[in-house]
């Protein structure tokens, strides 16, 4: 069965980084993923795409300081110099031929 | 600029049916395969419904199977999400989203989001 597993919450200062994980559930380890951001009281945005080789492709507009990586079954996304405006939710995405799987979901809060 | 807006929320007895709308503008939206996608109050986010770019191929989750039908109309760039026998637990902000282009599958991401669309499903 295809699952998405993240970390319900994250928290770093203004500035600074975090890096958030998502894990593909076991056989899955090839697998693509995408990143969302989802703001307070908006819609999702999607941020980019995640290859199992680690290479990312960002949307329209992503700024330099989100950035994508792989290791193994598990896949990244880092926000560098964290601004007040990162604080959100975080959702990871994979897909099938006929399905379509998100994570939990992970919120980070910018001390 | 590329845009999605979807309308047709609203309040709703248990057994009662709605439609959905999703407006898209400023790409192609024939040569885009479209999802459906919803989230509950304080939930996450929760794949509904996929639909290829001509139409011909559609998937559903197993949570609405047989009660909701997406549909689209090429010549008027709309998405329709029919949702029929409602449930309180379909209560949710429904986002309509754009899959890749000249998909026959649900393969790949979602680039582009509306803002949603609310149902409360209430007696």
């Known amino acids: 069965q295809l699952v998405l597993t993240q970390s319900p919450s994250a928290s770093a200062s203004l500035g600074a980084s975090v890096k958030l994980t998502c894990t593909l559930s076991s056989g899955h380890s090839s697998y693509a993923i995408a990143w969302h951001q989802q703001q307070p009281e908006k819609g999702p945005r999607y941020l980019m795409k995640?290859?199992?080789?680690?290479?990312?492709i960002k949307g329209d507009g992503i700024p330099d300081r989100f950035s994508g990586s792989t290791s193994g079954a598990e896949r990244y996304l880092t926000i560098s110099s964290l601004q007040s405006e990162d604080e959100a939710d975080y959702y990871c995405q994979t897909w099938g031929t006929d399905i379509q799987v998100f994570g939990g979901g992970t919120k980070v809060t910018v001390l | 600029q590329v845009q999605l807006v979807e309308s047709g929320g609203g309040v709703v007895q248990p057994g009662r049916s709605l439609r959905l709308s999703c407006a898209a503008s400023?790409?192609?939206?024939?040569?885009?395969?479209m999802h459906w996608v919803r989230q509950a109050p304080g939930k996450g986010l929760e794949w509904v419904a996929f639909i290829s770019y001509d139409e011909t191929i559609t998937y559903y989750a197993d949570s609405v199977k047989g009660r909701f039908t997406i549909s689209r109309d090429n010549s008027k760039n709309t998405l329709s999400l029919q949702v029929n026998s409602l449930r309180p637990e379909d209560t949710a902000v429904y986002y309509c989203?754009?899959?890749?282009?000249?998909?026959?599958?649900?393969?790949?991401?979602?680039?582009?989001w509306g803002q949603g669309t609310m149902v409360t499903v209430s007696s």
């Open positions: 995640v290859n199992s080789d680690g290479s990312h």
């Open positions: 989203a754009r899959g890749p282009l000249y998909s026959y599958d649900s393969r790949g991401t979602f680039d582009i």
């Open positions: 400023g790409f192609t939206f024939s040569t885009y395969a």
